[in-house]
């Protein structure tokens, strides 16, 4: 078996993994090892942003993990596209920037005795990740290693669609990563000179170029290396497969799984960290009984409601087969164009319900279809133009879990979400369908619409919009919390607020597993701000010396 030793092991090259790769390897002296199950990032479907779409249908460069059977959605499975790839999920996704709420973070310190990762604790380090087109301020960062644009796709019904969030009572919001999350506005992206700008591209290549970080693709990490001489046991590396050939690598210092939320909980299990009766169930020996190893996953969830637009907009005119070829050509090589841009151009966040204190939903006009592919007539007819409105669910109460199949670390996990599984839930859903159809049915949207295609106007009771929930709505791909963090005394936290793994010295897990309860909106930046602060914690680094200096920029912000 051969051996490698290095200062930190890191196993997953997604988010998290090039986040920490970047920080740790900052220091020449300190030798790192990134582990990752997929290939490279290099495919042009990855770089050219409109291509995002030909990743989500086709299932490209992921796991492939779908859900068991929901009951909550009609006992289908849903599909739960996790990134297998240089980058992980950020390179897979729809590039959407945005760190959630204040209130998140608050809430996490106020509710979940997590005191450090209050949002005057956590702004620092979202600042010191991004490089913000509008450059640096209280709230914003603006030399950072990722490149965050306002997406400035052109198309009048991006003015037709404000235009009626405004006439339903909806303010505008022309940074919600601002001083609030409520409003709408442009949405924001990870987008650097017309290309996607993923975890890989903004953090893990300038660490490989330093020469002290070593990347090793398609490696499949099997467990942990525990190691118990008396007392409390200790992460000393991890066995992986690569090439048929077994593995070792050591780490000197530390290992931090960073597989994802599916991922890492898994390889604890499988390492003998989780819950002992599970553990036993598969003739594991556990070394550490943490009964919280897998459970607390939840996500957002979405749906959409569809319309067909009266006459063709600025995607479908484009998508002809000798127009859009070349443009995504010129794009790859760094020229621009069309195909630099997503047609996902105004989002905004607001209440289901006027009672509530703060935004649960989120919606974002996306201004063509998920069908939308090139066409050339007569060979291949061009497809029915259309637009929808995605309406998300921020803060879903429903808790499902990831569990072991069994003891082969080549085989998926067994992943129950268990969506809608409340009747809190389902109410807040069922409002948000009517929040958007409301928007659809203002003016400034009547202009552009021919009919509407899905669910169609014959759904209007709450039974008929449950029913068309319940077959339609789907992931958003921001599973969290399977690994959480929690104070003292919380016995189903995994992790302290260090994101050390309780009961094990030399060990962390650093993904959106962590995050104790989701924020509202996408989980890549969150993620990154989490790395960004472990990566400190490891260094022994910390910038709480800044906190004063931020509690007056937050103040500033507030007030102006």
Known sequence: MASKEFDYVI??????????????????????????????DRSPTVKVPLTWGLIL?????????????????????????????VGGSSSINGMAYARGAREDYDAWARDLGLSEWSYEGVLPYFKRSESWEGGESALRGGSGPLTVIRMDYR???????LHATRACGYPANEDYNGESVEGFGPMQATIRKGLRCSAAVAYLRPALARGNVTLVTQALVEKVMLEKQ????????????????????????????SGGVINSPQLLMLSGIGPASELASHGLDTVVDLPGVGRNLHDH?????????????????MMRADRIGMDVVRTFFGKGGFSSKIPAAAVGLIRSQPHLQHPDIQLILAAGPMNAGPYFAPFKKPYTDAFSIKGIYLTPESRGLV????????????????????????????????RMREIGAQAGMQAFIAEELSPGPKTRSDADVDSFIRQNAITL??????CRMGPQGDAMAVLDSQMRVRGVDSLRVVDGSAMPRVVRGPTNAPILMMAERAADYMLGKHVAGEASTHRHALATATTA
């Open 57 to 85: 249908k086709n299932r490209l460069f992921d796991w492939g993990y779908f859900t068991e059977p929901e009951p909550g959605m009609n006992d289908r499975k849903i599909e739960c596209a996790r990134g297998k790839i």
């Open 403 to 434: 569990r072991l199949g069994n003891a082969d670390p080549s085989r998926p996990a067994i992943i129950e979400q268990n969506f809608l599984a409340t009747e809190a839930d389902r109410r807040s859903v069922r409002e948000m369908f009517y």
């Open 301 to 317: 969830i979405v749906f959409d409601i569809r319309w067909r637009r009266q006459a063709p907009g600025p995607l479908h005119r």
């Open 11 to 40: 196993v997953g090259a997604g988010s998290a993994g090039c986040a920490l790769a970047y920080r740790l390897g900052a220091d020449p002296n300190l030798r790192i090892l990134v582990l990752e199950a997929g290939g490279h």
């Open 477 to 482: 791909h921001h599973p969290v919390g399977t």
């Open 155 to 161: 198309d009048p019904l991006i003015g037709g669609f």
């Open 230 to 257: 008396s007392g409390t046991p200790r992460a000393t590396g991890v066995v992986y497969r690569h090439n048929g050939e077994t593995v070792r690598a050591h780490a000197r210092r530390e290992v931090i799984l």
